[in-house]
Nanobody, 116 residues
Framework: QVQLVESGGGLVQPGGSLRLSCAAS????????MRWYRQVPGKERELVAQ????????NYADSVKGRFTISRDNAKNTVYLQMNNLRPEDTAVYYC?????????WGQGTQVTVSS
């Protein structure tokens, strides 16, 4: 059974940091591209960051470049999103995604709220 379980969300003040984790099971994690998306009510889900499975190459949305860092630990079947210098506009539900060819798996999401 495929599972992606996010953790690490919460309430943080502007300028603060959070690290999200996504623990994967039920598939060969090291063979999948891993992505973080976020979504706010009434808007489409937005791709925030992704990391490749072959070379570990990373890509980021312009809105988070220089502030967020995606990484993966294949030994732990876990992908991370380090979020620094958080802004109120980063408030959203953050989702972990595993993608390869026709396979697409999603986590349940974790809420991140940036507010003073």
């Amino acid at each position: 059974q495929v599972q992606l379980v996010e953790s690490g969300g919460g309430l943080v003040q502007p300028g603060g940091s959070l690290r999200l984790s996504c623990a994967a099971s039920g598939f060969t994690f090291s063979n999948y591209n891993m992505r973080w998306y976020r979504q706010v009510p009434g808007k489409e889900r937005e791709l925030v960051a992704q990391i490749g499975y072959i070379f570990g190459n990373t890509n980021y949305a312009d809105s988070v470049k220089g502030r967020f860092t995606i990484s993966r630990d294949n030994a732990k079947n876990t992908v991370y999103l380090q979020m620094n210098n958080l802004r109120p506009e980063d408030t959203a539900v953050y989702y972990c995604n595993a993608h390869r060819l026709q396979s697409d798996y999603w986590g349940q999401g974790t809420q991140v709220t940036v507010s003073s």
